[in-house]
């Protein structure tokens, strides 16, 4: 059944190896300090000091309410069984009783509590790592599938949850009940206690030994989840590319080669986890046949009572059971650490770099925009080079048009432009501000953008459409429709603006999806405007009505446009065109065509497959 399966010996020196290799991304690597992840988790448990002092509160009682219980069984079988007396008999048995309607009382309040903590303690993590999240550049998400960063945000932060609202209280509880029980223990019998303790060193040189292992499985198992996850996401966003090119077979085949590898990791992961239990079991059985046979012995020869076996046999139950307990949580308690490393793996990931303390706030941007001798690669550490010495300017209101091959850096100048990156050569100025020297937030305000894809949130499509401004009022949204082409569709809908799109605006047509989004970049009413093959998912007929809008919208805009149908951009100002990274031409549609370089020879191509 499993016939990739190592064995126990074999498996954890290879994840040893795993984690120690320099080539591993950092966020995998980085994160190993148990102490310090449960340091850092304490750090939010601390918000709630004074519920945490009750719940400590609340575990003294219930530890010591358990000791109380089996000191009252042996009086009951020295004083009145043993002896046949039954008076005081039934002031015992109430007291009996009552030990343990407290013991649940209180057991009942700490859980209450606790759970509200924990609960607390993840809102606020998960709002820390949330916020983050926002506060990290493009890069990061562009490196990260999104599928394995969900799994982050919701397993990883579960697991987590589910710990704290079990494994804190556990370990308190264990520590007090360690503790008090051994006091007592040493009370009632020295050599009895000495008996006991013989199997303690066992039992944690085998949980030592054991989660050793266990903990880096239960790592790789959390990395292996996060990417099944991004895969699943992958591969449901991409179901008509996966059903057009028939790659059913091969993405299923993909599924189960990911799907095998957590398969492996979690089986020995909770096989490990498992090997515990049985450890504490047989060392427990052991403990309580010595103790039974010594005792046996002491009580034949008048040394303790019977009641005092009864109680100190109870009493090593209680002494082993949050060892016990231990190790039962262990393998929860080893998830959650996995997982909260894997989620402080992000929220030790740098921000975005912070505007300087003397940003410009552009107020009113005229749209005058330069490139100087910018260069730039994705590959900081490689020798490609995205953009190689890009140098021109575009005046307030003016038209200027991207193309060339994929690849060639014209959505890189977008992003530039914008500061999603930053250039590592030359300067990029609007309105003669160095763009490094302008507040992000103004920056993009000015600017609006209309995506080749066009993504839109779940919700109404006047939510939709009033992402370009939010103070905008119901007609302000309902004109930017109409001047997008997109009012006839919108009141043609059963519930017209008030209708509710699905994840990623399913439910409507792509072409729909494009004319909202275009709606949106008309109602911010930028300075900047920003066209990415902003025609390119639309029909034909839809096309010639954006066409118009955008003609209306750009004019006294300055505009970019990247396209790869040279038809859409004949009229613009100017034209470049990038080839590797470099300008190789520059001027108008008709300068272009005149010089019968790359750009001529594009519109040639376009032109044959048109009347083709």
Do not use: C
């Not at 450890?279 to 010595?290: D, G, P, Q, T, V």
């Not at 005058?368 to 005046?395: H, M, P, R």
């Amino acid at each position: 059944m499993f016939k990739e399966l190592r064995t126990p010996f074999q498996y954890p020196r290879k994840a040893v190896h795993a984690a120690s290799d320099p080539a591993k991304p950092k966020s995998e690597i980085k994160a190993r300090n148990w102490s310090n992840t449960l340091r850092r988790i304490w750090i939010y448990l601390a918000h709630s000091k004074g519920q945490l002092a009750l719940v400590l509160l609340m575990v003294i009682m219930t530890s010591g309410l358990a000791l109380l219980g089996p000191f009252l069984i042996g009086t009951i079988v020295d004083n009145h069984i043993v002896t046949r007396n039954n008076d005081g008999l039934l002031f015992l048995l109430f007291g009996l009783i009552g030990v343990f309607i407290m013991h649940s009382l209180t057991s009942w309040l700490q859980n209450i509590w606790m759970i509200g903590i924990a609960q607390r303690t993840v809102y606020d993590m998960r709002t820390d790592l949330f916020r983050h999240l926002h506060r990290l550049p493009i890069s990061f998400f562009d490196t990260r599938r999104h599928g394995e960063l969900m799994s982050r945000v919701t397993n990883d932060m579960e697991n987590v949850s589910s710990t704290l609202n079990t494994s804190f209280i556990q370990l308190v509880s264990s520590i007090l009940a360690l503790g008090g029980t051994l006091a007592v223990m040493l009370w009632l019998s020295p050599l009895l206690t000495l008996l006991t303790m013989l199997v303690v060193p066992l039992m944690v040189f085998g949980m030592k030994w054991i989660t050793n292992r266990t903990g880096r499985l239960f790592k790789e198992q959390q990395r292996n989840l996060g990417d099944i996850n991004g895969y699943i996401e992958e591969t449901i966003s991409g179901q008509r590319i996966v059903k057009t090119f028939s790659l059913e077979k091969k993405v299923i085949a993909d599924f189960k080669e990911k799907n095998e590898r957590l398969r492996n990791s979690a089986f020995w992961a909770q096989t490990f986890s498992g090997y515990i239990p049985k450890l504490m079991n047989s060392l427990n059985n052991l403990s309580f046949a010595i103790i039974a046979g010594i005792g046996a012995i002491m009580a034949m020869n008048d040394m303790i009572t019977i009641g005092v076996i009864v109680i100190f046999v109870e009493y090593s139950r209680q002494f082993t059971r949050p060892l016990n307990d231990l190790a039962n949580q262990l393998n929860t308690f080893l998830s959650a650490i996995a997982g909260a490393e894997r989620v402080f793996d992000i929220l030790d990931e740098e921000e975005e770099e912070k505007d300087s303390v003397g940003a410009t706030k552009l107020q009113t941007v005229y749209g005058e925009v330069s490139f100087s001798n910018v260069g730039f690669s994705y590959e900081k550490e490689g020798e490609s080079q995205t953009l190689i010495d890009l140098s021109f300017s575009v005046s307030p209101g003016e038209t200027i048009a991207f193309v060339g091959p994929t690849g060639a850096g014209k959505t890189t100048v977008i992003n530039l432009l914008s500061r999603f990156y930053d250039a590592d050569r030359g300067q990029i100025k609007i309105d003669g501000h160095d763009i490094t020297g302008i507040h992000r937030e103004s920056l993009r305000r000015n600017m609006a953008f209309v995506l080749q894809e066009s993504f839109l949130f779940q919700g109404t499509i006047q939510e939709n459409i009033r992402y370009g401004r939010l103070e905008a009022t119901d007609d302000e949204v309902v004109e930017a429709a109409k001047q997008a082409n997109a009012h006839t569709f919108i009141m043609n809908l059963p519930d017209q603006y008030n209708t509710l799109l699905q994840q990623e605006g399913g439910g409507i047509s792509q072409g729909q999806r494009q004319l909202l989004s275009i709606a949106r970049a008309i109602l911010a009413n930028p300075s900047i405007l920003i066209l990415d093959e902003a025609t390119s998912s639309i029909d034909t007929i839809t096309e010639i009505h954006i066409q118009d809008a955008l003609q209306r919208l750009m004019q006294d805009r300055t505009s970019f446009v990247i396209a790869h149908r040279l038809n859409t951009i004949r009229n613009v100002d100017q034209i470049i065109v990038l080839r590797d990274g470099r300008m190789v031409e520059k001027g108008s549609h008709a300068q272009l065509i005149q010089a019968e370089g790359y750009y001529y020879e594009l519109s040639h191509s376009q032109d044959l497959l048109e009347s083709s």
